[in-house]
């Protein structure tokens, strides 16, 4: 088993600018701060936005905002209290209805224009009065969770007489004091809102960014999203000669027949050579796994390398524990998932990519998960069955309940971190062949495989049979 480990950034911006339109007869040059989330500080034609929150059905963000002096007064003063940011699309009705909004554009322009299809300005609970059917958001009990925490919204400037304002920004917007609070430069997650996610990023894949901008430039502030969670996902390749492999479900469900369970991951600790799954003690009687806890996101505004890049600490003393299987779908999208197609004998199959290939087929399922504590002494046993097809005669032999442990020290999920465990499948095989035996998903014991190659061990040729054959003559 080998970890691959990359970064998953999101790539969303967060912009603030001046409108030209509001300014015009303007003796002070007034500069309202405005927002546009694109991912980076260039024209809108030559951006890939499948990364922007509206891409991903986050038609919202929260904001809060401080003003500060670098120099003389220290003293810094609220801008925006967890101001809700809106999207809007006028074109397919979604997010929500702009007409308050004098920011409002339908489409994002270039870092200038000062317009946006992203608005705060009369998004207020009592001032955001929509509630038509065309499709957005409506100011009823249906839609509560998505109305601002704040009665009024009014439209904010840039302030000369401070040097920098910090905005401390997160997705998706909460209007619950229990769910995200601020204070001292701080973003608070409750449990309930930082929850392990099954293959469902809208409902629980947390963001959050922050940015320090100078406020006599009255330029874009650009907030570049980060996870709080993790994501984890498993592949699978090949690697025995003159076969061909196809993954197939570890066991078929008893309760359900048409549910299949493809690769199961059991929790587990090693104690010496024993892999334990259930202690047998009353108090504590499975090896666990978090899939919710408190969390911190501070972002320290002494200087802005630290609001840009916060540190995230984990309270695990309030958490969600959990012992269930994590269950990964076998991958079966030929080419772009990594699988190939193998015919033999007029039947086809979809089998693993091989080791030279340089290629791993990746399973559709994909866990947000939560921060793991870095003494957490959980890992996980692997359950991976699968056919393989001799590519010369196509003689099919099934192993079942191949395992593999993936120890704690690689079970360490961190923040804004993604994992892909990638698994090769070698001759050395530690399932059965045997088809009596059931598979057992809740042991993670990995025992010495009974996949035996047949094997002609040495020959001896025997004496000739003397046999006297009696004539007369």
Not at 32 to 48: L, S
Not at 173 to 193: E, L, R
Not at 296 to 303: E, G, L, Q, R, V
Not at 354 to 382: C, H, I, L, R
Request: glycine content about 6%; proline content about 4%; some cysteine.
């Amino acid at each position: 088993m080998k970890k691959t480990v990359f970064l998953a950034a999101a790539a969303v911006a967060l912009a603030s600018c001046s409108s030209d339109e509001l300014v015009n007869n303007s003796a002070v040059n007034e500069a309202p701060i405005a927002f546009n989330v694109g991912q980076k500080n260039i024209t809108r034609a030559d951006v890939d936005d499948s990364k922007n929150l509206e891409k991903n059905g986050h038609y919202n963000f929260g904001v809060w905002a401080y003003k500060t002096r670098t120099s003389g007064d220290p003293t810094s003063q609220l801008v925006m209290d967890n101001y809700l940011v809106g999207y809007s699309n006028e074109t397919d009705k979604k997010g929500y209805e702009h007409s308050g909004s004098t920011t409002w554009a339908g489409t994002i322009g270039d870092q200038d224009d000062h317009t946006s299809p992203w608005f705060y300005e009369k998004l207020g609970n009592k001032e955001y009065t929509y509630t038509g059917t065309d499709g957005y958001y409506k100011n009823d009990a249906a839609d509560a969770a998505f109305m601002s925490a704040n009665d009024y919204q009014y439209l904010r400037y840039w302030d000369l007489a401070y040097t920098n304002t910090n905005f401390y920004a997160y997705a998706p917007y909460c209007n619950t004091a229990n769910g995200v609070t601020f204070a001292d430069s701080k973003i608070t997650v409750s449990k309930s809102a930082n929850t392990a996610g099954y293959d469902n990023p809208e409902e629980h894949d947390f963001i959050y960014a922050g940015a320090q901008a100078t406020n006599a430039d009255k330029k874009d502030v650009k907030l570049t999203f980060k996870h709080l969670g993790a994501i984890v996902k498993v592949a699978f390749r090949e690697n025995v000669n003159g076969y061909k492999v196809q993954l197939i479900n570890v066991k078929e469900s008893s309760s359900d027949p048409n549910e299949k369970l493809g690769v199961q991951a059991t929790s587990a600790k090693v104690s010496g050579t024993t892999y334990i799954h259930s202690t047998g003690d009353s108090n504590a009687p499975y090896v666990t796994y978090l899939t919710g806890c408190k969390a911190t996101i501070d972002f320290n505004n002494s200087t802005t390398s630290s609001i840009t890049s916060p540190k995230v600490t984990v309270d695990d003393s309030d958490v969600t524990p959990s012992s269930d299987n994590l269950m990964f779908d076998i991958p079966t999208t030929v080419g772009e998932k990594g699988l190939k197609e193998f015919t033999k004998n007029s039947k086809t199959y979809k089998v693993l990519p091989e080791e030279s290939d340089n290629k791993y087929a990746v399973s559709p399922t994909t866990y947000y998960a939560v921060v793991q504590p870095t003494d957490s002494e959980t890992g996980f046993t692997f359950h991976i069955s699968y056919n393989l097809i001799a590519e010369d005669n196509g003689e099919v032999v099934t192993v079942r309940d191949a395992r593999v442990f993936v120890p704690a020290t690689q079970v360490c999920w961190e923040s804004n971190t993604s994992y892909t465990y990638n698994f090769t499948i070698s001759q050395v095989s530690t399932g059965t062949t045997d088809p009596t035996v059931t598979p057992n998903l809740d042991d993670p014991t990995v025992p010495v495989g009974t996949v035996v190659p047949i094997v002609f061990d040495g020959a001896i040729i025997t004496d000739y049979e003397a046999v006297s054959k009696e004539n007369g003559i």
